[in-house]
């Protein structure tokens, strides 16, 4: 039987043989490494764990993969975009974000043979924290991965890395050029340089309304900015940075942007600020600071980039001068880290040995090292998760920084409320930039039953209208005045809504009955 069988088996080899059929034993399917390196390793940028600086964001991923007919970005969890490969090796999409905490991506590939490929998920964190520094002496020792900031800038339109620094510590920091004023360099070199970069942003012109910085009247600088404009691309441009905020400085920007034409106006990607501070009245000063920042907002609707701030008093050496610029610089920093419009700050740190604003120091020129505000700054303004280096300070601050906690720290004044027949004239005190104000007026000091008027005029008569009751009186005691309390707040708008400044103090006022 057995040899039969094995006659049989030998009979049925050279059958299958004959006809062509091969026979093979197991085989081992090797693993698709292109696919799975790719799951890995598909996103290129951003680099896992990274603190970027917010605004405009770039997701890069390779595209090496055979056979896909489209690629998908998700950014925490939402789609962003669709899109089909192209002939470059490596794809790129950008998304906007100026929320400070961790961020997700991931590519889901789609084959042509229907099925899906997903790289691994990629995070990283977002922040609105920088740092400015020169190549004099600021940016010579420090480290700026020790304030856990997202850019820098230098004032120049050439980085660090490419002036070839003796500070290395720069060099994988994102890097945002400037135009600082008249050059020999023409501005079309300076762009086609920012373009080979593949820079995003371009801050123009430092503070162009002192003599002593870049130094351009407002009708000069419509050439400049036209030039710019002309050059830029898609470049985003920062508008000049004037020396205080753009919508006080009423001899050189309100010029400058009211004869700008529209489409020179909507080439200006977001509005650069600089603005410090030199006397403080508490925590109420910080606020009407964030104050002034809404106002900018309200009146450009424009990104904001507070590109130098500081606390311009007090020496290094005063204790109670140092404690106020804390508080100041934590309130303000929580508060900009609250608004969505505003995209990037960055402190000014003047030199701790020779300023005498040096209690705004955040570090030690020389050495590098941070002051304690420096570790402050260090320690506020980072996202959730993100390993930041801590040091120890207090820098949590439980103010209400909210548009409506701002407006309510700027005054009101009532100048004078003067009485009339049946009616009574006042007088207020202009709050910059309020949209109108609230009269009101009653008979009780607390202001219960008080009655309101909404007026835009700083003088004007509000006419009273005498309750029966008040009639009663009046016939029945021969009232020939009646005392009212008045008082007044302005109210601002932003983004439609209301929000309110506090009320002045109250006036009395007697109105003739009759």
């Known amino acids: 039987m057995k040899g039969f069988k094995r006659i049989t088996s030998i009979v049925l080899a050279l059958a299958m043989f004959a006809t062509g059929i091969a026979i093979s034993g197991p085989t081992t399917v090797k693993a698709d490494t292109a696919t799975d390196n790719w799951k890995a390793n598909g996103i290129v940028s951003p680099k896992q764990d990274k603190l970027i600086g917010a605004g405009y964001i770039d997701v890069k ?84 991965a020790s304030m856990n900031v997202g850019w820098y800038y230098n004032w120049d339109w050439k980085s660090f890395k490419d002036m070839n620094f003796s500070n290395k510590k720069f060099d994988d920091l994102e890097f945002v050029p400037m135009i600082w004023g008249d050059s020999m360099t023409e501005t079309s070199e300076i762009f086609d340089n920012v373009k080979s970069k593949g820079y995003k942003y371009l801050l123009a012109y430092n503070e162009p309304d002192l003599t002593w910085e870049s130094n351009v009247r407002p009708d000069v600088m419509q050439y400049r900015w036209n030039d710019c404009v002309n050059n830029k691309g898609n470049v985003r441009l920062g508008s ?144 959730l998760g993100y390993n930041a280096k801590t040091y120890g300070v207090s820098s949590y601050i439980s103010t209400n ?71 009663k009186q009046i016939k029945k005691k021969k009232l020939k005045r009646i005392k009212y309390y008045v008082r007044v707040r302005a109210y601002k708008t932003l983004d439609g809504k209301r929000l309110y400044c506090a009320w002045s103090s109250k006036d009395k006022v007697k109105v003739k009955t009759r």
Request: with cysteine.
């Open 240 to 383: 000049p940075a004037v020396s205080v905020f753009p919508t006080w400085s009423n001899d050189w920007w309100t010029p400058f942007w009211n004869s700008m034409a529209a489409d020179k106006k909507n080439a200006m990607s977001f509005i650069a600020v600089h603005s410090y501070q030199k006397s403080y009245d508490g925590a109420k000063s910080a606020l009407q600071y964030l104050q002034a920042i809404d106002e900018c907002w309200e009146t450009y609707h424009k990104p904001i980039w507070i590109t130098e701030f500081a606390f311009w008093k007090f020496s290094i050496n005063d204790a109670a001068g140092c404690a106020k610029v804390q508080e100041f610089m934590k309130i303000v920093i929580k508060g900009l880290n609250e608004r969505s419009y505003v995209e990037r700050y960055s402190w000014f740190c003047p030199n701790i040995e020779e300023d005498a604003a040096s209690s705004s120091s955040i570090f030690n020129y020389k050495t590098g090292e941070l002051t304690t505000l420096g570790k402050i700054y260090a320690q506020i303004g980072n996202p």
């Open 401 to 471: 920084t909210s548009p409506a906690a701002c407006a309510l720290a700027m005054p009101t004044t009532l100048y004078s409320a003067k009485a009339k027949k049946k009616a009574f004239k006042y007088q207020i005190k202009a709050v910059s930039k309020a949209a109108g104000y609230q009269v009101q007026y009653g008979v009780k000091k607390n202001m219960k039953g008080s009655k309101s008027k909404y007026v835009k005029k700083l003088n004007g008569t509000i006419k009273i209208k005498f309750t029966k009751k008040q009639k």
């Open 61 to 144: 991923w390779d595209n090496t993969l055979t056979d896909v007919s489209q690629y998908k970005v998700y950014v925490d969890g939402d789609l962003k975009v669709t899109v089909s490969p192209s002939s470059d090796k490596t794809m790129s999409t950008e998304f906007y974000t100026t929320q400070v905490s961790e961020h997700n991506v991931y590519v889901v590939a789609t084959l042509k043979n229907g099925s899906n490929v997903q790289t691994a998920n990629r995070r990283f964190y977002v922040t609105k924290k920088g740092v400015c520094v020169n190549t004099k002496d600021m940016g010579t020792a420090v480290d700026p």
